[in-house]
């Protein structure tokens, strides 16, 4: 095993196609097909479902991807990791955050914090709930970025940003100008990211304010793309975030509560009373604060 083959992995689970997958990877098409052939040889299970049509992860690939994500995440984190250890001098703030937050907001927050500080580095990590809340609380964090508000004397929170949240089905919704109403969704069967994501919590918090009482059992889903494959394997349908949503953009709407405004995912940043010792942390979340 080693990282081209979870890197294919992943491309091929995001693009749902070897060439683009290929493509991404810099790859020749028959390269990654190998790679990919002898990953599934060495766990002894395949991870995709392949025809001359599609390609689509399998029960098993759908297990395995979020620690394929996870291994690939922490593997990008090493190079910094390295740098920061050799340059002691060099100030840092730690920043864990969601799976649910907007990847493109982050880098865009980091690249205007840098224009203003310089020498200061950002070092981010992705992770579970649990995970966040014992590196916060054990100062291995220093800012967290996350949906969900817990009760606690110690943190200071503000709104990082709020997302529109779409709803997604199985079919084609031909007005471009379409929204779903949250009031509608009663008769739908909903497929809710596993517990111990955030989004689970938010969306069953938004139907509950809502009063929408299911009607059916919701089914889970491991990651962000299984949601969208078991929508487009017509199993139910499905509640993500703008940024979230990959293969199934035709098939996503604006859903809209009850009182007509748009549904969003608030995003908030929390950082430690103790955290404001530092500097460093001190510029960052003042910026924060100023954005």
Same mark, same amino acid.
């Given at each position: 095993? !080693?990282?081209?083959?979870?890197?294919?992995?992943?491309?091929?689970?995001?693009?749902?196609?070897? *060439?683009?997958?290929?493509?991404?990877?810099?790859?020749?098409?028959?390269?990654?097909?190998?790679?990919?052939?002898?990953?599934?040889?060495?766990?002894?299970?395949?991870?995709?479902? +392949?025809?001359?049509?599609?390609? =689509?992860?399998?029960?098993?690939?759908?297990?395995?991807?979020?620690?394929?994500?996870?291994?690939?995440?922490?593997?990008?984190?090493?190079?910094?990791?390295?740098?920061?250890?050799?340059?002691?001098?060099?100030?840092?703030?730690?920043? &864990?955050? =969601?799976?649910?937050?907007?990847?493109?907001?982050?880098?865009?927050?980091?690249?205007?914090?840098?224009?203003?500080?310089?020498?200061?580095?950002?070092?981010?990590?992705?992770?579970?709930?649990? /995970?966040?809340?014992?590196?916060?609380? !054990?100062?291995?964090?220093?800012?967290?970025?996350?949906?969900?508000?817990? $009760?606690?004397?110690?943190?200071?929170?503000?709104?990082?940003?709020?997302?529109?949240?779409?709803?997604?089905?199985? /079919?084609?919704?031909?007005?471009?100008?379409?929204?779903?109403?949250?009031?509608?969704?009663?008769?739908?069967?909903?497929?809710?990211?596993?517990?111990?994501?955030?989004?689970?919590?938010?969306?069953?918090?938004?139907?509950?304010?809502?009063?929408?009482?299911?009607?059916?059992?919701?089914?889970?889903?491991? *990651?962000?793309?299984?949601?969208?494959?078991?929508?487009?394997?017509?199993?139910?349908? &499905?509640?993500?975030? +703008?940024?979230?949503?990959?293969? =199934?953009?035709?098939?996503?709407?604006?859903?809209?509560?009850?009182?007509?405004?748009?549904?969003?995912?608030?995003?908030?940043?929390?950082?430690?009373?103790?955290?404001?010792? $530092?500097?460093?942390?001190?510029?960052?979340?003042?910026?924060?604060?100023?954005?």
């Amino acid at each position: 095993m !080693n990282i081209n083959q979870l890197r294919f992995t992943l491309a091929l689970a995001q693009t749902n196609s070897f *060439s683009k997958a290929a493509e991404q990877c810099c790859v020749a098409q028959p390269t990654l097909s190998n790679a990919l052939s002898q990953l599934e040889d060495e766990l002894s299970a395949r991870l995709f479902q +392949r025809t001359t049509r599609a390609v =689509s992860l399998t029960p098993f690939g759908q297990h395995m991807l979020p620690i394929i994500e996870s291994a690939l995440t922490g593997i990008n984190q090493i190079p910094h990791a390295a740098r920061f250890w050799q340059s002691q001098q060099t100030p840092c703030v730690r920043i &864990g955050f =969601s799976p649910v937050v907007s990847r493109t907001a982050l880098t865009l927050m980091s690249k205007l914090f840098k224009q203003e500080n310089p020498e200061i580095e950002l070092s981010f990590r992705e992770c579970s709930i649990r /995970e966040r809340t014992i590196m916060l609380e !054990n100062d291995e964090l220093d800012v967290v970025i996350n949906p969900v508000i817990g $009760k606690n004397d110690y943190l200071n929170y503000s709104l990082f940003n709020a997302e529109p949240l779409y709803f997604i089905c199985g /079919e084609s919704i031909h007005r471009p100008d379409q929204k779903i109403a949250i009031n509608t969704l009663s008769s739908k069967k909903l497929i809710l990211t596993e517990t111990s994501c955030d989004l689970h919590w938010v969306t069953q918090s938004l139907l509950q304010k809502a009063g929408v009482s299911l009607q059916y059992q919701f089914a889970q889903a491991s *990651s962000f793309i299984d949601v969208e494959q078991q929508v487009s394997a017509a199993q139910g349908s &499905g509640i993500l975030p +703008r940024s979230k949503i990959n293969s =199934s953009e035709h098939l996503a709407k604006p859903l809209l509560l009850n009182n007509g405004e748009l549904a969003v995912i608030n995003n908030y940043f929390f950082w430690h009373a103790r955290a404001m010792d $530092k500097a460093h942390v001190e510029k960052f979340i003042d910026y924060l604060l100023r954005a």
